[in-house]
Protein backbone atom coordinates (compact mmCIF):
# COMPACT_ATOMS: atom_id res chain seq x y z
CA UNK A 1 0.00 0.00 0.00
CA UNK A 2 1.77 3.44 -0.87
CA UNK A 3 2.52 5.55 2.15
CA UNK A 4 0.36 8.40 1.97
CA UNK A 5 1.60 12.48 3.15
CA UNK A 6 -1.55 15.06 3.50
CA UNK A 7 -0.93 18.41 3.16
CA UNK A 8 -2.08 21.15 6.34
CA UNK A 9 -1.82 24.26 7.69
CA UNK A 10 1.23 25.60 8.62
CA UNK A 11 -0.02 27.26 11.96
CA UNK A 12 2.17 29.63 13.74
CA UNK A 13 2.22 33.63 13.16
CA UNK A 14 4.36 35.18 10.54
CA UNK A 15 7.16 37.37 11.75
CA UNK A 16 7.15 41.26 11.02
CA UNK A 17 9.73 40.98 8.66
CA UNK A 18 7.08 38.84 6.16
CA UNK A 19 5.85 40.59 3.18
CA UNK A 20 2.26 41.08 2.49
CA UNK A 21 1.74 38.79 -0.09
CA UNK A 22 -0.14 36.36 -1.06
CA UNK A 23 -2.11 33.43 -3.41
CA UNK A 24 -5.64 34.61 -1.22
CA UNK A 25 -9.02 34.82 -3.53
CA UNK A 26 -12.12 35.66 -3.09
CA UNK A 27 -14.71 35.95 -5.70
CA UNK A 28 -18.43 35.85 -6.43
CA UNK A 29 -17.42 32.31 -8.08
CA UNK A 30 -14.72 30.94 -6.37
CA UNK A 31 -12.57 31.11 -3.14
CA UNK A 32 -8.82 30.18 -3.12
CA UNK A 33 -7.46 29.90 0.78
CA UNK A 34 -3.91 29.22 0.82
CA UNK A 35 -2.66 27.64 3.22
CA UNK A 36 0.02 30.04 4.26
CA UNK A 37 -3.21 31.74 5.16
CA UNK A 38 -3.83 29.17 8.13
CA UNK A 39 -2.12 30.87 11.05
CA UNK A 40 -2.93 30.26 14.43
CA UNK A 41 -4.87 34.03 14.77
CA UNK A 42 -6.98 32.49 12.42
CA UNK A 43 -8.57 29.70 14.29
CA UNK A 44 -11.77 28.98 16.17
CA UNK A 45 -12.76 27.54 19.25
CA UNK A 46 -15.70 25.47 19.15
CA UNK A 47 -18.44 24.31 22.37
CA UNK A 48 -18.06 21.34 23.98
CA UNK A 49 -14.40 20.95 22.42
CA UNK A 50 -11.61 19.89 24.53
CA UNK A 51 -7.94 20.81 23.94
CA UNK A 52 -9.10 21.51 20.34
CA UNK A 53 -9.34 24.15 17.07
CA UNK A 54 -10.56 24.44 14.24
CA UNK A 55 -9.88 26.48 10.50
CA UNK A 56 -13.73 27.13 9.26
CA UNK A 57 -12.92 26.89 5.38
CA UNK A 58 -16.65 27.33 4.25
CA UNK A 59 -19.49 27.95 6.03
CA UNK A 60 -23.03 29.10 4.73
CA UNK A 61 -23.12 32.51 3.69
CA UNK A 62 -24.22 34.73 1.00
CA UNK A 63 -22.49 35.26 -1.85
CA UNK A 64 -20.07 31.74 -0.42
CA UNK A 65 -20.56 28.63 0.63
CA UNK A 66 -24.93 27.36 0.43
CA UNK A 67 -24.87 23.79 1.27
CA UNK A 68 -22.38 22.51 3.34
CA UNK A 69 -19.54 23.81 6.05
CA UNK A 70 -15.75 22.37 6.08
CA UNK A 71 -13.78 22.46 9.07
CA UNK A 72 -10.13 21.53 9.33
CA UNK A 73 -10.01 20.34 13.15
CA UNK A 74 -6.64 20.07 14.99
CA UNK A 75 -6.92 18.39 18.47
CA UNK A 76 -4.55 17.91 21.31
CA UNK A 77 -3.41 14.76 22.99
CA UNK A 78 -6.14 13.51 25.13
CA UNK A 79 -8.44 16.39 23.69
CA UNK A 80 -11.91 15.81 21.89
CA UNK A 81 -15.49 16.01 22.40
CA UNK A 82 -18.47 13.65 23.74
CA UNK A 83 -21.27 15.79 22.14
CA UNK A 84 -18.98 17.33 18.86
CA UNK A 85 -22.49 18.29 16.74
CA UNK A 86 -24.75 20.74 17.70
CA UNK A 87 -27.57 20.18 15.07
CA UNK A 88 -29.51 16.90 14.92
CA UNK A 89 -30.41 17.32 11.64
CA UNK A 90 -26.08 17.36 9.82
CA UNK A 91 -24.43 14.67 8.19
CA UNK A 92 -20.57 14.13 8.74
CA UNK A 93 -17.82 12.77 6.61
CA UNK A 94 -14.32 13.10 8.87
CA UNK A 95 -11.30 12.59 6.69
CA UNK A 96 -8.12 12.05 9.18
CA UNK A 97 -4.60 13.75 7.27
CA UNK A 98 -2.17 13.47 10.56
CA UNK A 99 -2.25 11.37 13.93
CA UNK A 100 -5.04 9.40 15.13
CA UNK A 101 -8.56 9.74 16.78
CA UNK A 102 -10.88 6.99 18.23
CA UNK A 103 -14.26 7.70 16.86
CA UNK A 104 -17.16 6.19 18.86
CA UNK A 105 -21.03 5.94 17.39
CA UNK A 106 -23.38 3.98 19.08
CA UNK A 107 -21.40 0.27 20.72
CA UNK A 108 -18.97 0.91 17.68
CA UNK A 109 -15.18 2.05 18.28
CA UNK A 110 -13.01 2.68 15.70
CA UNK A 111 -9.46 3.78 15.20
CA UNK A 112 -8.81 6.73 12.41
CA UNK A 113 -5.04 6.94 11.50
CA UNK A 114 -4.34 9.30 8.60
CA UNK A 115 -6.39 8.15 5.70
CA UNK A 116 -9.25 7.72 7.89
CA UNK A 117 -12.71 8.10 6.29
CA UNK A 118 -16.07 7.74 8.71
CA UNK A 119 -19.44 8.74 6.88
CA UNK A 120 -21.41 9.78 9.74
CA UNK A 121 -25.59 10.53 9.30
CA UNK A 122 -27.55 12.51 11.00
CA UNK A 123 -29.14 11.48 14.41
CA UNK A 124 -26.00 9.62 15.14
CA UNK A 125 -24.54 10.43 18.81
CA UNK A 126 -20.37 10.07 18.25
CA UNK A 127 -17.71 11.02 19.87
CA UNK A 128 -14.00 11.67 19.01
CA UNK A 129 -10.79 11.96 21.36
CA UNK A 130 -7.16 12.01 20.33
CA UNK A 131 -5.35 8.85 22.03
CA UNK A 132 -1.81 10.13 21.41
CA UNK A 133 0.63 12.32 22.61
CA UNK A 134 0.87 14.44 19.35
CA UNK A 135 -1.65 16.42 17.60
CA UNK A 136 -4.33 14.75 15.52
CA UNK A 137 -5.83 16.75 12.38
CA UNK A 138 -8.94 15.69 10.45
CA UNK A 139 -11.19 17.18 8.16
CA UNK A 140 -14.87 17.71 9.15
CA UNK A 141 -17.23 18.16 6.38
CA UNK A 142 -21.19 18.74 7.21
CA UNK A 143 -24.35 19.53 5.29
CA UNK A 144 -28.21 19.34 6.49
CA UNK A 145 -29.35 15.77 5.51
CA UNK A 146 -32.06 16.20 2.63
CA UNK A 147 -34.51 13.31 3.45
CA UNK A 148 -36.70 11.52 1.11
CA UNK A 149 -39.77 9.71 1.60
CA UNK A 150 -39.49 6.14 0.90
CA UNK A 151 -35.77 6.23 0.56
CA UNK A 152 -33.75 5.11 3.84
CA UNK A 153 -31.19 7.42 5.67
CA UNK A 154 -27.35 5.67 5.06
CA UNK A 155 -26.00 3.95 7.99
CA UNK A 156 -22.84 5.18 9.39
CA UNK A 157 -19.52 3.10 8.21
CA UNK A 158 -15.84 3.60 8.02
CA UNK A 159 -13.33 3.32 5.43
CA UNK A 160 -9.86 4.35 4.59
CA UNK A 161 -7.58 6.10 1.70
CA UNK A 162 -5.89 2.93 1.27
CA UNK A 163 -8.95 0.53 1.26
CA UNK A 164 -10.45 1.79 -1.60
CA UNK A 165 -9.39 1.14 -4.94
CA UNK A 166 -9.24 4.56 -7.58
CA UNK A 167 -11.61 4.24 -10.33
CA UNK A 168 -10.05 5.49 -13.63
CA UNK A 169 -12.07 8.01 -15.19
CA UNK A 170 -13.19 6.99 -19.30
CA UNK A 171 -10.95 7.30 -21.62
CA UNK A 172 -7.96 8.48 -19.62
CA UNK A 173 -5.71 5.51 -19.14
CA UNK A 174 -5.74 5.86 -15.56
CA UNK A 175 -3.91 9.48 -15.51
CA UNK A 176 -7.15 10.38 -13.57
CA UNK A 177 -9.02 8.41 -11.03
CA UNK A 178 -11.26 8.95 -8.09
CA UNK A 179 -11.50 7.23 -4.96
CA UNK A 180 -15.06 6.76 -4.39
CA UNK A 181 -16.35 5.63 -0.82
CA UNK A 182 -19.94 5.46 -1.94
CA UNK A 183 -21.61 4.34 -4.66
CA UNK A 184 -22.99 6.92 -6.85
CA UNK A 185 -26.10 4.80 -7.59
CA UNK A 186 -27.17 4.47 -3.79
CA UNK A 187 -29.75 7.47 -3.68
CA UNK A 188 -29.59 7.58 0.23
CA UNK A 189 -26.44 9.71 0.01
CA UNK A 190 -26.99 13.16 -0.68
CA UNK A 191 -23.52 14.59 -0.46
CA UNK A 192 -20.45 12.96 -1.83
CA UNK A 193 -16.67 13.56 -0.40
CA UNK A 194 -14.13 11.56 -2.96
CA UNK A 195 -10.67 11.95 -3.21
CA UNK A 196 -9.57 13.02 -6.73
CA UNK A 197 -5.82 11.82 -8.36
CA UNK A 198 -3.90 13.36 -11.32
CA UNK A 199 -1.21 11.87 -12.48
CA UNK A 200 1.74 14.47 -12.81
CA UNK A 201 0.86 16.37 -16.60
CA UNK A 202 -2.82 14.72 -16.51
CA UNK A 203 -5.80 17.10 -16.71
CA UNK A 204 -9.78 17.93 -16.49
CA UNK A 205 -9.17 19.21 -20.31
CA UNK A 206 -12.49 20.55 -20.51
CA UNK A 207 -14.25 23.46 -18.22
CA UNK A 208 -16.76 21.78 -16.35
CA UNK A 209 -19.65 23.30 -15.95
CA UNK A 210 -22.47 22.08 -13.12
CA UNK A 211 -24.77 22.61 -10.41
CA UNK A 212 -22.98 20.73 -7.72
CA UNK A 213 -20.86 22.99 -5.38
CA UNK A 214 -17.98 21.94 -4.51
CA UNK A 215 -15.05 21.97 -1.59
CA UNK A 216 -11.77 21.27 -2.64
CA UNK A 217 -8.79 20.75 -0.31
CA UNK A 218 -5.56 19.47 -1.48
CA UNK A 219 -4.06 16.89 0.20
CA UNK A 220 -0.68 16.05 -2.18
CA UNK A 221 1.23 17.50 -5.00
CA UNK A 222 0.70 20.99 -7.25
CA UNK A 223 -1.71 21.63 -9.94
CA UNK A 224 -2.82 24.53 -11.83
CA UNK A 225 -6.63 25.46 -11.62
CA UNK A 226 -8.81 27.53 -14.63
CA UNK A 227 -11.71 28.76 -12.34
CA UNK A 228 -14.18 30.87 -14.47
CA UNK A 229 -11.87 33.30 -16.69
CA UNK A 230 -9.00 33.12 -14.21
CA UNK A 231 -5.26 30.54 -13.97
CA UNK A 232 -4.65 29.77 -10.18
CA UNK A 233 -1.81 27.95 -8.88
CA UNK A 234 -2.82 25.60 -6.14
CA UNK A 235 -0.42 23.04 -3.62
CA UNK A 236 -0.67 20.82 -0.80
CA UNK A 237 -2.45 22.76 1.74
CA UNK A 238 -4.64 25.26 -0.10
CA UNK A 239 -8.31 25.36 -0.12
CA UNK A 240 -11.11 26.11 -2.82
CA UNK A 241 -14.36 26.64 -2.34
CA UNK A 242 -16.25 26.44 -6.09
CA UNK A 243 -19.62 28.10 -6.42
CA UNK A 244 -22.56 25.93 -8.40
CA UNK A 245 -21.79 26.42 -12.30
CA UNK A 246 -17.92 28.38 -12.06
CA UNK A 247 -16.38 26.81 -15.11
CA UNK A 248 -13.73 24.24 -14.12
CA UNK A 249 -10.32 22.80 -15.17
CA UNK A 250 -7.23 21.78 -14.28
CA UNK A 251 -3.90 19.64 -14.81
CA UNK A 252 -1.42 18.11 -12.58
CA UNK A 253 2.49 20.04 -12.23
CA UNK A 254 4.04 17.43 -11.12
CA UNK A 255 6.72 15.91 -10.02
CA UNK A 256 4.51 13.45 -7.72
CA UNK A 257 0.63 13.36 -7.89
CA UNK A 258 -1.90 15.58 -7.82
CA UNK A 259 -4.64 14.82 -5.25
CA UNK A 260 -7.56 16.64 -3.59
CA UNK A 261 -10.87 15.98 -0.97
CA UNK A 262 -13.81 16.92 -2.90
CA UNK A 263 -17.01 17.46 -2.07
CA UNK A 264 -20.26 18.12 -3.93
CA UNK A 265 -24.39 17.54 -3.16
CA UNK A 266 -25.92 15.02 -5.12
CA UNK A 267 -29.23 13.37 -6.24
CA UNK A 268 -31.17 15.72 -5.05
CA UNK A 269 -33.87 17.96 -6.72
CA UNK A 270 -33.15 21.73 -6.90
CA UNK A 271 -34.62 23.26 -4.63
CA UNK A 272 -36.91 25.94 -4.80
CA UNK A 273 -38.04 27.20 -1.54
CA UNK A 274 -35.94 27.70 1.32
CA UNK A 275 -36.34 25.18 4.50
Not at 207 to 225: I, N, P, Q, R
Not at 242 to 262: I, T
Request: charged share 20%; aromatic share 12%; with cysteine.
Amino acid sequence: MTHRTYGGPEAGHPGQDKLLTGRAVFTEAYAIIPRGTMQDIVTSLLPFWDNTRAWILARPLSGFSETFSHYLMEVGPGGGSTQPEPDPGAEAVLFVTEGAVDLEYGDTAHLLNAGGYAYLPPGVEWRLKNPGHEPARFHWIRKIYEAVPEIDVPEPFVSSDGEIDPQPMPDTEGRWSTTRFVNPLDMRHDMHVNIVTLKAGASIPFAETHVMEHGLYVLEGKGVYRLNQDWVEVEAGDYMWLRAFCPQACYAGGPGDFRYLLYKDVNRHAMLRRP
